[in-house]
């Protein structure tokens, strides 16, 4: 059956033919694609087209698609049991690995989603600080839980709005949504509201309102408020955490958060979420402590070993420097193909995660990103389709590329998306 076809039964039986709401193409218009395999850099859907994937799901296939040792790890833990209940071996290899990894985490409690973790390390702040208000910042995604699901009125320091119908203004009111990279903004809230605020919780490079680079700045300001106010600073390193470095957007900066949200990468593919921090504060959670929190699936010995085995990849390998020229040489290219059909544009670039943007302004915040052309994106994302580059089907996500990207597809990619733009 073909792309159309299906997704039309898929519309009877899903809201919106999907599990998650992106996926029906509703920023880019055009019938989504129905994916059938995938493997390394490419991706097929039903009707057996081929995709160069810079999507690779969202974020979580830094190895590529169906790695032959995690999957060979997943095949392998399938035959031994799906699910326990109870505490495995390969939770505590993995616990002990994320502590090695990441600074600041010395006990992590792994959850299934990144969802789960921020909404979880947002109980935790507020237990641990006694006090209910949270920071956010404007064009920052960090799930779907209620209180993180809000956005920012117009104005500099503002208390959130309800982001979707079904949460309840007194609950969003609770969080307080600034402007990314607005240190001003982050000092301005905490004179007023510092006694009150629990957490801070950004994501230190973010990537949901495409991808924003952090001032070093407007870090610092944030571990600096946080500390002088008693309040917890949260990175919500879902997207960031073994992505920038082996140790994250924390290790880059050198700046240690209090709680880190992890998921994606560190399930390589299979559900996973975590969030971690020091002793005193993990030791909050039920059972050492009073703040309740727990699942059925939770530690799965699936995601445990599928996530080991992509640390142990990355440890092998130690990627990141040529990810990033890879990358480098992806966005270059993407430059002057955009420049040479005079097409404004920005492209936001950090290790192996990008956007471009098109406006003739820098992208700083999510004001800034909002001036692209999202009507352009939209030819171009399809444009790019037709030619067979997968990429996410939104102006506001990154981009990523996987170790099983070679120089090839890059090249490949790059005639394909100047024929793709000669023909916008
Ligand atoms: N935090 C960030 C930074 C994310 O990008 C996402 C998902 N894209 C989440 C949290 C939520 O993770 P999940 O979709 O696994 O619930």
Known sequence: MRNAELFEIARRYMPGGVSSPVRAFKAVGGSPIVIERAKGSRIWDVEGNEYIDFLCSWGPLILGHAHPSVVEAVCEQATKGLSYGLTNLHEITLSQKVAQLVPSIEKVRFVSSGTEATMSAIRLARAYTKRKYIVKFDGCYHGHYDSLLVSGGSGVATFGIPGTEGVPEKMAELTIVLPYNSTQAVKEAFEKYGQDIACVIVEPVAGNMGVVIPDYEFLKALSEETRKYGALLIYDEVITGFRLSLGGAQEVFGIKPDITCLGKILGGGMPLGAYGGRQDIMSMIAPEGPVYQAGTLSGNPLSMVAGIKTLEELEKSNPYHSLENLTRKLTEGIGEILREKGIPHRINAVASMFTVFFTDGDVTDFQTAKK????????FFRALLDQGILIPPSQFEAWFLSTAHAQEDID?????????????
Do not use: C, Y
């Open 372 to 379: 692209s052309d999202t009507q352009m994106f939209g030819r």
């Open 412 to 424: 490949i990619a790059l005639e394909k998306i100047n024929k793709a733009v000669s023909s916008l």
